[in-house]
Structure formats: structure tokens, C-alpha cells
């Protein structure tokens, strides 16, 4: 198996896997749970000088692997991070790093004390694009520790702000936050699932991970060897390694351990050392953008040429009831296409639920 040993900004994880801030990490306890689960670092819930008042519900899942909430920052004190649950994690053998905003006063009131109670390193969460700079100015003229800036993909302008935060000062980029306001409704009542203003909340899990993908591999070309934690809609083994490859020196996980419990941890873990190794990586820093040559402003015409193993064929019959264009045949595992009515799509590989049909050099759902 490949060796999932990380080096972010400087400090070793046992894994590239990085809880990410959320209700899992409510308190020191939690994040000791989630590293013995097997995460290489645990982010705090944000920490900030008023603590939080969430709605009434905050949490619901939302699809497949997906979830939306309303619940906000932490509702522990920042006195009792700073005095005792940041010691309880990193006594108990976790690597921690501290979540502090969301303003620049917020910043610069806390973040020096918080260094202080012994995080690894700091991260800076803002809801705010025009105020995340600034904290990061303040926070790196305040700690000596390495400094994350957490990004959102609801920003306008996310990359560029990416680059000013690490002109400003940030070690590295949490890549990214939730999306939204997104908006679930119970059909029983006609009333929303979440009980935020006008019932809205903000989407993760799976739905969210191509859009991070493309932030990640635009701010990961857009500042060179910079650290990101790639964070939204990682669930399985393959999930993390596209993370990687997309240019993540860290895999960022929250909704997953959420819907499925902290054991997920071992199966990532598992899975991704796997998948390095069929692949020919080493580490998961050989995978670091590994992809990133090869997303190239071109509109790709190469003629796809199809292969198929029968012997891996299950006859669901999916490559040909989907087909937009009715163009692929079978005779039990007998496959045949007509030529004149394929788009070459793809469509028909990427469901194929065994890999037996994929594309030469290309695409093969490898879920099985």
C-alpha cells in the first residue's frame, strides 16, 4: 500500500484526510473522536467572540451523500477553546487546526490567544470575500503558526482573492466552503427543512465536488506549490484522489463522516492508499496535480474509440436504455453499435455499473 503520510505547510499528518469544520468538530472530545477514526487533522468549529445561536432545525440530508444546513459558527465560548478543548484534542493525539473569524476584529481580538492554546495551525474563515484579506493580514502579524484562509465558491471573484490571501500572508488555502442559500422544502407540510430566514441553508457533500474540483485546479495553477485542503463532496476513495490530482495537497471531509460516522475515515483511508498504489503513486503528494497538464484550454475532438469486456458485462442493460440517440444494441453480452446514430458522448461508459465498457485511454467507471 502507498504511504498516506501529508506534509501540510510544514506539519506532518498521518493522512492527507482533514475533518473539516463542522458540528463534528463542536468541541475537543470531537476531534480527538475523528482522529482516532483516522484523520490526519481536525479543524475546530469557527471560533469567534460571540458564540452561536443556531436555528431550529439546522441539519438535514438532502440527497445522496449531500446535505444542507443552516447552523452557523461555534456555539462553544471562545474562552473554553482557548482554555481547555483545544488542549483536550491535542492531548489526546490530534492535530489540530483552529478555526477563527469572521471579521478582521474578530481576528485580530482572538486569533493570538487561540495560537497560543497550541494549534498545529490556524485557519481564517470569512462570509465575507472583502474581509478575508485583511484577516489574513491580521492573523499573520499576530501568530507564528502556518495560516489557512478558508475560500467560498459563492465568491465572485474566488481565485483572485485565493491569490491576494496568500500575497497577504496565507500559508496555504481551505478550498472551499458550503454553497448556497440553497433551499429544501417537506412536501407533507409545504414548509422548509431548515428553520433559517425563509428557510435557507447552504449546500455540501457530492453535489459540490466538480465545482470544487475547478476552483481547486484554478487556484492550484494560479499559485504554484501554495498547500490547499480541497474540501467539498469527497465520499469515497476515487473522490480524494481527483481532489489530488486536481491540484489538493489535502483532502478536506465533512459531510461524509457526518451522514456515514467517523469510520469512514478507515475506508478513505483504505481506499485512497489503493488507489495510489494501482496508479504508480507513491505518496499523495506524487498525485498532487497530477491532472493539471492536461486541463488545457481546447476543445477536444479526438475520435473516442469504445472497449468492452464482455466477461465483466453484468447485462444490466444501461449502456442502451440510456443512450440519448438509440444507437447501442445487445444480444445478451453480445454488444453492437450503429455507428450512424452514436454522438460518441460517453454517456453509455460512465454508467456502466461493472467498468466492463469504457473508452480507449479514458473514461471507465471504475465504482464497482
Given at each position: 500500500?502507498?504511504?498516506?503520510?501529508?506534509?501540510?505547510?510544514g506539519?506532518?499528518?498521518?493522512?492527507?484526510?482533514v475533518?473539516?469544520?463542522?458540528?463534528?468538530?463542536?468541541d475537543g472530545?470531537?476531534?480527538?473522536?475523528?482522529?482516532?477514526?483516522?484523520?490526519g487533522?481536525?479543524?475546530?468549529?469557527?471560533?469567534?467572540?460571540v458564540?452561536?445561536?443556531?436555528?431550529?432545525?439546522?441539519?438535514?440530508?438532502?440527497?445522496?451523500?449531500?446535505?444542507?444546513?443552516?447552523?452557523e459558527?461555534?456555539?462553544v465560548?471562545?474562552?473554553?477553546?482557548?482554555?481547555?478543548?483545544?488542549?483536550?484534542?491535542?492531548?489526546?493525539?490530534?492535530?489540530?487546526?483552529?478555526?477563527?473569524?469572521?471579521s478582521?476584529?474578530?481576528?485580530a481580538?482572538?486569533?493570538?490567544?487561540?495560537?497560543?492554546?497550541g494549534?498545529?495551525l490556524?485557519?481564517?474563515?470569512?462570509?465575507?470575500?472583502?474581509?478575508?484579506?485583511?484577516?489574513?493580514?491580521?492573523a499573520?502579524?499576530r501568530?507564528?503558526?502556518?495560516?489557512?484562509?478558508?475560500v467560498?465558491?459563492?465568491?465572485?471573484t474566488?481565485v483572485k482573492?485565493?491569490?491576494?490571501c496568500v500575497?497577504?500572508g496565507?500559508?496555504?488555502?481551505?478550498?472551499?466552503d458550503?454553497f448556497?442559500?440553497?433551499?429544501?422544502i417537506?412536501?407533507?407540510?409545504?414548509?422548509p427543512?431548515?428553520?433559517g430566514?425563509?428557510?435557507?441553508?447552504?449546500?455540501?457533500?457530492a453535489?459540490?465536488?466538480?465545482?470544487?474540483?475547478?476552483?481547486?485546479?484554478?487556484?492550484?495553477?494560479a499559485?504554484?506549490d501554495?498547500p490547499?485542503i480541497?474540501t467539498?463532496?469527497?465520499?469515497?476513495?476515487?473522490?480524494?484522489?481527483?481532489?489530488l490530482?486536481?491540484?489538493?495537497?489535502?483532502?478536506g471531509?465533512?459531510?461524509?463522516?457526518?451522514?456515514?460516522?467517523?469510520k469512514?475515515?478507515?475506508?478513505?483511508?483504505?481506499?485512497?492508499a489503493?488507489?495510489?498504489?494501482r496508479?504508480?503513486?507513491?505518496h499523495?503528494?506524487?498525485?498532487?496535480?497530477a491532472?493539471?497538464p492536461?486541463?488545457?484550454?481546447?476543445?477536444?475532438?479526438?475520435?473516442?474509440?469504445f472497449?468492452?469486456a464482455?466477461?465483466?458485462?453484468?447485462e444490466?442493460g444501461?449502456?442502451?436504455?440510456l443512450c440519448?440517440?438509440?444507437?447501442?444494441?445487445?444480444?445478451?453480452?453480445?454488444?453492437?453499435?450503429?455507428?450512424?446514430?452514436c454522438?460518441?458522448c460517453?454517456?453509455?461508459?460512465?454508467v456502466?455499473p461493472t467498468?466492463?465498457l469504457?473508452i480507449?485511454?479514458g473514461?471507465?467507471?471504475?465504482?464497482?
Amino acid at each position: 500500500m502507498a504511504d498516506l503520510e501529508t506534509n501540510l505547510c510544514g506539519v506532518r499528518l498521518k493522512s492527507p484526510f482533514v475533518l473539516a469544520s463542522g458540528p463534528l468538530s463542536h468541541d475537543g472530545r470531537g476531534l480527538i473522536v475523528a482522529s482516532e477514526a483516522g484523520a490526519g487533522a481536525v479543524v475546530t468549529k469557527t471560533i469567534s467572540r460571540v458564540k452561536a445561536d443556531n436555528p431550529l432545525p439546522h441539519m438535514a440530508k438532502a440527497g445522496r451523500d449531500t446535505l444542507i444546513n443552516c447552523e452557523e459558527w461555534s456555539d462553544v465560548e471562545a474562552g473554553d477553546w482557548i482554555g481547555r478543548e483545544i488542549a483536550v484534542a491535542r492531548e489526546g493525539g490530534a492535530v489540530v487546526i483552529a478555526s477563527v473569524g469572521l471579521s478582521p476584529d474578530d481576528v485580530a481580538e482572538l486569533v493570538a490567544p487561540v495560537a497560543k492554546a497550541g494549534p498545529h495551525l490556524v485557519e481564517v474563515v470569512s462570509y465575507s470575500e472583502e474581509s478575508i484579506v485583511a484577516m489574513v493580514r491580521e492573523a499573520r502579524k499576530r501568530v507564528g503558526v502556518p495560516v489557512l484562509a478558508k475560500v467560498s465558491p459563492n465568491w465572485p471573484t474566488v481565485v483572485k482573492t485565493a491569490v491576494d490571501c496568500v500575497k497577504a500572508g496565507a500559508d496555504g488555502i481551505t478550498a472551499t466552503d458550503s454553497f448556497g442559500p440553497a433551499l429544501r422544502i417537506d412536501v407533507a407540510t409545504a414548509k422548509p427543512l431548515m428553520g433559517g430566514p425563509f428557510g435557507y441553508g447552504w449546500l455540501s457533500g457530492a453535489a459540490l465536488k466538480p465545482i470544487v474540483l475547478r476552483i481547486v485546479s484554478e487556484i492550484a495553477r494560479a499559485t504554484h506549490d501554495v498547500p490547499i485542503i480541497g474540501t467539498g463532496g469527497v465520499a469515497r476513495g476515487e473522490d480524494a484522489l481527483e481532489m489530488l490530482m486536481a491540484g489538493a495537497s489535502a483532502v478536506g471531509v465533512c459531510t461524509t463522516p457526518i451522514l456515514q460516522g467517523v469510520k469512514i475515515f478507515r475506508r478513505l483511508n483504505r481506499d485512497l492508499a489503493g488507489l495510489l498504489e494501482r496508479y504508480g503513486y507513491a505518496h499523495p503528494a506524487a498525485a498532487t496535480g497530477a491532472a493539471l497538464p492536461n486541463l488545457v484550454d481546447v476543445k477536444s475532438k479526438d475520435e473516442l474509440c469504445f472497449e468492452y469486456a464482455a466477461d465483466e458485462c453484468n447485462e444490466c442493460g444501461l449502456c442502451v436504455n440510456l443512450c440519448p440517440y438509440g444507437a447501442r444494441k445487445m444480444a445478451g453480452k453480445a454488444m453492437a453499435v450503429d455507428s450512424e446514430r452514436c454522438r460518441y458522448c460517453g454517456l453509455c461508459a460512465s454508467v456502466c455499473p461493472t467498468g466492463a465498457l469504457g473508452i480507449s485511454g479514458g473514461l471507465r467507471n471504475h465504482r464497482q
